[in-house]
């Protein structure tokens, strides 16, 4: 059984920073690419940072020099560093296998005030 656990958001002021975990479960994590994705309220869900199994990364335009995402296949996680948070990044976020739409984690809630 496929399991997504997402953790280490929180509430942080605008320019501050966060590091989001996810850890999988159920699956040969190696040799998947991953990925993470927000939603905020309202608003569809979208790609924000990807890793193939590799470990060649791929930004959204909006998190290209903020972000960056990072693996631990020994640890069978997912990182997603985030610098300089902007109000507009406020969003669940939820990793995911790219090509995959099943099994999502619960999310891990980030918020930035201005």
């Known amino acids: 059984q496929v399991q997504l656990v997402e953790s280490g958001g929180g509430l942080v002021q605008a320019g501050g920073s966060l590091r989001l975990s996810c850890v999988a479960s159920?699956?040969?994590?190696?040799?998947?690419?991953m990925g993470w994705y927000r939603q905020a309220p309202g608003k569809q869900r979208e790609l924000v940072a990807t890793?193939?199994?590799?470990?060649?990364?791929n930004y959204e335009d909006s998190a290209k020099g903020r972000f960056t995402i990072s693996r631990d296949n020994a640890k069978n996680t997912v990182y997603l560093q985030m610098n300089s948070l902007k109000p507009e990044d406020t969003a669940a976020y939820y990793c995911?296998?790219?090509?995959?739409?099943?099994?999502w984690g619960q999310g891990t809630q980030v918020t930035v005030s201005s």
């Open positions: 159920g699956i040969n994590f190696r040799i998947f690419a």
């Open positions: 890793i193939s199994n590799s470990g060649i990364t």
């Open positions: 995911q296998r790219i090509g995959y739409n099943t099994s």
